[in-house]
């Protein structure tokens, strides 16, 4: 079972940058597809960028709205995936979760139901 504990999370300025770091507990963590999620309040949890496992690099996705201004990586030797953020708005303003896929189950998808893996949260909110 893996184990993630994000961090990262904080108050920034809109217009801002802040990365949020996702540490995995399990050496194989490179074969888990990783993304993030992040939920506002009344708001449904959503996807907001995925990265693929090892044997599907280049598997890349990010929601519409992350688009030129999130990127998603990992390095697999520390076990950590990140989210790099910039151009913040308000509405970007959320708890952040990261999660992962099964061993193997290496392509991103975009619903929350096909990660099997969640970390606690970290809290981003962005102020004017």
């Known amino acids: 079972q893996v184990q993630l504990v994000e961090s990262g999370g904080g108050l920034v300025q809109a217009g801002g940058s802040l990365r949020l770091s996702c540490a995995a507990s399990r050496p194989t963590f490179s074969g888990h597809s990783m993304a993030w999620f992040r939920q506002a309040p009344g708001k449904e949890r959503e996807f907001v960028a995925g990265i693929s496992g090892i044997s599907r690099t280049g598997d890349i996705d990010y929601t519409d709205s992350a688009k030129g201004r999130f990127t998603i990586s990992r390095d697999n030797a520390k076990s950590t995936v990140y989210l790099q953020m910039s151009g913040l708005r308000f509405e970007d303003t959320a708890v952040y979760y990261c999660?992962?896929?099964?061993?193997?189950?290496?392509?991103?998808?975009?619903?929350?139901?096909?990660?099997?893996?969640w970390g606690q949260g970290t809290q981003v909110t962005v102020s004017s």
């Open positions: 999660a992962a896929r099964t061993w193997g189950a290496r392509p991103v998808v975009t619903t929350a139901e096909a990660y099997a893996y």
